[in-house]
């Protein structure tokens, strides 16, 4: 009955991904783009990398990095900031909270098969986030999604190995904490260089400012096979990368506490 079941789902599921390939694929069925898209719609997507006139352009290839960094980067900024605050209440709730730790702990967990699986996921896996935290201002991703990655994997770790494997091999709450605050000074760091910049240069600098403007020559970028990209967003990635992943790890690690050492 379970086979059956199984068998079921799996077609189901074919289906489903079957269905959504043909739709965004077949342009009769799929999601037409139209072509009196609004006036600011067609500014961010001309301008996100305008290489004739990088004055008005982000230098990013990555339309949604370049909205999310320098169309609305204090927005971003700001949603990063609430959710290192809640990071840091869920740390005060569990303050007195404490973790011993098993030195046999290579007995917990599931099966050697799965763990087995689970490491060979995890190398792949983190490869992926850091590809996706290093190029999400060329292809879709960023630090946000890399970091997410990242925090499920390990999440998955701690499921399969138990929360003492991560422990005694230095993951440690502590650590996480540090890395976290790593990855936020790094953000406000980067957003205010254009400003120390313009100090030492005399001239004008905004936050945030990726690249030259018309009032400011200032701006971070490199070339990459010939082509200019934004430097400034790709470290705002790295640094929100280790952030989010940092700050999720934080709260996986605190919520695989056992039950009887959170009621005490």
């Given at each position: 009955m379970n086979i059956s079941y199984r068998f079921i789902g799996l077609l189901l599921l074919?289906?489903?991904?079957?269905?959504?390939?043909?739709?965004?694929?077949?342009?009769?069925?799929?999601?037409?783009?139209?072509?009196?898209?609004?006036y600011l719609s067609r500014w961010v997507i001309y301008s996100s990398?305008?290489?004739?006139?990088?004055?008005?352009?982000?230098?990013?290839?990555?339309?949604?990095n370049a909205v999310i960094w320098d169309y609305r980067g204090i927005d971003t900024f700001f949603e990063t900031s609430v959710f290192y605050i809640a990071i840091i209440a869920a740390i005060a709730l569990f303050r007195e909270v404490?973790?011993?730790?098993?030195?046999?702990?290579q007995y917990l967990g599931l099966s050697k098969i799965v763990k087995t699986v689970t490491k060979t996921l995890l190398v792949?896996?983190?490869?992926?986030?850091?590809?996706?935290a290093?190029?999400?201002?060329?292809?879709?991703?960023?630090?946000?999604?890399?970091?997410?990655?990242?925090?499920?994997?390990?999440?998955i770790v701690i499921i399969v190995f138990s929360v003492h494997f991560i422990l005694m091999k230095g993951l440690t709450k502590n650590l996480a904490i540090i890395i976290r605050s790593i990855g936020l000074i790094g953000l406000v760091s980067a957003i205010f260089i254009p400003i120390l910049l313009s100090l030492i240069m005399n001239t004008y600098g905004f936050v945030f400012q990726n690249q030259p403007k018309v009032m400011s020559p200032l701006g971070l970028s490199y070339v990459a096979d010939g082509h200019v990209l934004s430097a400034m967003v790709l470290l705002l990635n790295i640094f929100e990368f280790l952030a989010i992943f940092a700050g999720f790890l934080i709260i996986?690690?605190?919520?695989?506490?056992?039950?009887?050492?959170?009621?005490?």
């Open positions: 074919i289906a489903m991904i079957l269905a959504i390939s043909i739709c965004t694929t077949i342009s009769n069925v799929g999601f037409n783009i139209p072509h009196d898209i609004k990398y305008l290489v004739t006139t990088p004055i008005f352009s982000s230098m990013v290839p990555e339309i949604v404490k973790i011993e730790l098993v030195k046999e702990y792949i896996g983190l490869g992926a986030a850091i590809s996706i290093l190029h999400g201002h060329i292809t879709p991703g960023g630090g946000f999604q890399a970091g997410s990655i990242l925090a499920s994997l390990l999440l996986f690690i605190l919520l695989s506490r056992p039950t009887k050492e959170l009621e005490n």
